[in-house]
């Protein structure tokens, strides 16, 4: 019987509680990983009742904390000691203030989206370094990935919808993170990649869909050009997840990968 590569490897996914997160917590959990699913929302999802052996469900935790952070990471740390993955899939995108946004809305997007995604990484990547401390280039380069990060950007990394100035803003500075760190830590065997997503069905792409403000015309005007004429599923997005953090993807680092359904 072949062993999953993910077996008794342990995970970290942000975001875990809902939509992309909560669909690739659940295919980690099937295979055979370990998983700590953090989240703002206080209780676990259903779906994870019947998993209390491999996942471990960390809610009312706000990733743009820093102190909460740290907190977290020590009760991550007395069950796994070691961290093969992180995913950051927490993620909001406010509507409803149309094409002024508002000071609070830019400071809490960006906030959760890109301080979240920094203090979650820094605090692994912390860990890394205390295995052995990053000083530089060496000239042998680890041949196996010591661990796979993947960040959740979109399709807002990579151009701009109308009416999402934080949004957009903050996804173009996760791939910014994500390409600075796969330059950083590549020589300690860490790989970090950005899935791109385009509409995907989970409950902050049906809060846009229906936002009075304008923008739920212009993004139900964007999905008619999906050549694949429909959102995505969460499941899709974990698979790509999945092959980001396993070893098909040993030389990939870096890399934007969209799931967007073949959106131009
Ligand atoms: P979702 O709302 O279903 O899930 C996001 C989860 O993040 C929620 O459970 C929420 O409670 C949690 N969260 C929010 N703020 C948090 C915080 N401060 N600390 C901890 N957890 C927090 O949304 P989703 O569609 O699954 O989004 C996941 C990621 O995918 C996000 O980064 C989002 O920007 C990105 N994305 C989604 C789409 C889409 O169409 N659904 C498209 C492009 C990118």
Request: hydrophobic share 40%.
């Amino acid at each position: 019987m072949s062993t999953s590569f993910f077996a008794q490897k342990h995970y970290i996914v942000t975001g875990g509680g809902s939509g992309i997160g909560l669909a690739l917590v659940l295919k980690l959990a099937v295979a055979s990983a370990i998983v700590h699913a953090i989240d703002l929302k206080a209780s676990a999802p259903p779906e994870f009742e019947a998993l209390l052996e491999t996942v471990h469900y960390h809610g009312s935790i706000d990733v743009s904390s820093r102190s909460s952070v740290t907190e977290l990471y020590k009760a991550i740390t007395a069950i796994s000691p070691r961290i093969d993955g992180v995913v950051n899939s927490a993620g909001i995108c406010p509507g409803g203030d149309g094409y002024i946004q508002s000071d609070e809305t830019f400071q809490r997007t960006m906030a959760v989206n890109v301080i979240g995604t920094w203090n979650i990484t820094t605090a692994f990547l912390e860990m890394v370094d205390k295995e052995s401390p990053n000083v530089g280039r060496t000239v042998t380069a680890p041949s196996r990935t010591r661990a796979s990060i993947v960040n959740i950007g979109s399709s807002a990394s990579l151009c701009a919808w109308p009416t999402l100035t934080a949004y957009t803003a903050s996804k173009h500075a996760v791939l910014g993170l994500t390409r600075s760190w796969s330059l950083d830590w590549a020589h300690k065997g860490i790989r970090v990649n950005l899935v791109a997503p385009g509409g995907t069905d989970t409950p902050l792409a049906r809060a846009q869909l229906s936002d009075p403000k304008g923008r739920g015309e212009a993004l139900t005007a964007g999905l008619a050009m999906i050549p694949l004429g429909r959102l995505g599923r969460p499941g899709e997005q974990a698979d790509t997840i999945m092959f980001l953090l396993g070893d098909g993807s040993s030389y990939i680092t870096g890399q934007v990968i969209p799931v967007n359904g073949g959106f131009p």
